[in-house]
């Protein structure tokens, strides 16, 4: 479902540079027709996407879209005749091309109300084949003043010959310093519960945002709390399956992935971790084998496969790492 683009006068820090590039290619008349903006998920790519549409759009020339013109108000309104959004319809995974073709049939025809046309496409990487295929002719030669904006949590599942047609945005997890501070400043804490947000958010800023303003961190430390319990306890693992089995299965194999990731960082730096019970005794490579395994399992996540087999197996064997 589309969503009004409401134009704003802040960017995120950590997005600074990218939106300087951004201003300068465009005051110089050198913006390129086709962005990708790539990165993980809650880096806030969304973010940056939309403050570009807004500005594109704008009719007046500041560095952030006034939101108050004609083209400003129309959009926030989601009745911008020059802005075209192309996402998977609702009860599909996937960007069709029909709608690929649609949108090319919009691209032609002529301004409206703005001096370009937007198509802001996401999650780009859901484009079918068929769809792919169709967009490749607009992306090297787009209708008139159309620029084509599309944002993609994993770029590398796009083909090659879109990412080649794109002038590429990478956002990359941000300073971890610069997003504690904005962290602190938007949630008035400070101290331990920003680095578990982070921790927990795997370096996602926005994530991380929002874990704050939730009971979530209590599950993170259940989860931590749960394995450091199970060291050499195999027989525990179906009362613990059980407990974990109740937390939404994306967030509990991030979280496993990542503290076990987290147990190899203090094997390899010496360094022991507070949550862990003194000298346990494990294994690097046991534990990037586990690593590796939860991230598959969070993949299986979303398809028939039994989650609760998958978990309890998972932590049989981190359990018996310590016999």
Same mark, same amino acid.
Request: charged share 20%.
């Given at each position: 479902?589309?969503?009004?683009?409401?134009?704003?006068?802040?960017?995120?820090?950590?997005?600074?540079?990218?939106?300087?590039?951004?201003?300068?290619?465009?005051?110089?008349?050198?913006?390129?027709?086709?962005?990708?903006?790539?990165?993980?998920?809650?880096?806030?790519?969304?973010?940056?996407?939309?403050?570009?549409?807004?500005?594109?759009?704008?009719?007046?020339?500041?560095?952030?879209?006034?939101?108050?013109?004609?083209?400003?108000?129309?959009?926030?309104?989601?009745?911008?005749?020059?802005?075209?959004?192309?996402?998977?319809?609702?009860?599909?995974?996937?960007?069709?091309?029909?709608?690929?073709?649609?949108?090319?049939?919009?691209?032609?025809?002529?301004?409206?109300?703005?001096?370009?046309?937007?198509?802001?496409?996401?999650?780009?990487?859901?484009?079918?084949?068929?769809?792919?295929?169709?967009?490749?002719?607009?992306?090297?030669?787009?209708?008139?003043?159309?620029?084509?904006?599309?944002?993609?949590?994993?770029?590398?599942?796009?083909?090659?010959?879109?990412?080649?047609?794109?002038?590429?945005?990478?956002?990359?997890?941000?300073?971890?310093?610069?997003?504690?501070?904005?962290?602190?400043?938007?949630?008035?804490?400070?101290?331990?519960?920003?680095?578990?947000?982070?921790?927990?958010?795997?370096?996602?800023? $926005? !994530? =991380?945002? +929002?874990? *704050? #303003?939730?009971?979530?961190?209590?599950?993170?430390? /259940?989860?931590? &709390?749960?394995?450091?319990?199970?060291?050499?306890?195999?027989?525990?693992?179906?009362?613990?399956?059980?407990?974990?089995?109740?937390?939404?299965?994306?967030?509990?194999?991030?979280?496993?992935?990542?503290?076990?990731?987290?147990?190899?960082?203090?094997?390899?730096?010496?360094?022991?971790?507070?949550?862990?019970?003194?000298?346990?005794? $494990? !294994? =690097?490579? +046991?534990? *990037? #084998?586990?690593?590796?395994?939860?991230?598959?399992? /969070?993949?299986? &996540?979303?398809?028939?496969?039994?989650?609760?087999?998958?978990?309890?197996?998972?932590?049989?064997?981190?359990?018996?790492?310590?016999?």
């Amino acid at each position: 479902m589309n969503q009004a683009v409401i134009a704003s006068n802040e960017i995120y820090p950590w997005l600074d540079s990218h939106w300087s590039f951004f201003l300068r290619r465009l005051e110089a008349d050198k913006l390129a027709h086709a962005l990708l903006i790539e990165g993980p998920a809650g880096t806030g790519k969304t973010a940056l996407a939309t403050a570009m549409v807004a500005r594109l759009l704008c009719r007046e020339p500041t560095d952030f879209a006034c939101g108050a013109c004609r083209s400003c108000t129309l959009l926030a309104g989601l009745a911008h005749p020059d802005y075209f959004e192309l996402q998977p319809e609702d009860g599909s995974e996937v960007i069709k091309v029909d709608q690929v073709r649609a949108l090319i049939g919009k691209l032609d025809l002529t301004t409206s109300i703005s001096a370009r046309k937007l198509a802001y496409i996401h999650p780009a990487e859901t484009m079918n084949a068929a769809a792919a295929n169709a967009l490749l002719k607009s992306l090297e030669e787009p209708a008139g003043n159309a620029v084509l904006i599309l944002v993609s949590n994993d770029a590398g599942r796009l083909p090659v010959t879109i990412r080649s047609r794109c002038q590429s945005m990478t956002i990359n997890q941000p300073d971890a310093g610069i997003v504690r501070d904005w962290l602190a400043k938007r949630s008035g804490q400070s101290g331990r519960p920003i680095v578990e947000a982070l921790q927990a958010a795997g370096g996602s800023p $926005l !994530r =991380a945002a +929002a874990y *704050l #303003d939730s009971p979530v961190l209590d599950a993170f430390s /259940r989860v931590k &709390a749960s394995l450091a319990s199970l060291l050499g306890k195999p027989a525990a693992v179906s009362q613990v399956s059980h407990d974990l089995g109740a937390l939404d299965p994306l967030d509990l194999w991030r979280w496993l992935s990542i503290c076990t990731a987290e147990v190899i960082k203090s094997i390899l730096v010496g360094q022991p971790l507070d949550w862990l019970p003194a000298n346990p005794q $494990l !294994r =690097a490579d +046991a534990l *990037l #084998d586990l690593q590796r395994q939860a991230d598959k399992n /969070r993949q299986l &996540a979303a398809t028939q496969v039994r989650g609760d087999l998958l978990l309890q197996v998972w932590l049989i064997n981190w359990a018996e790492q310590v016999s």
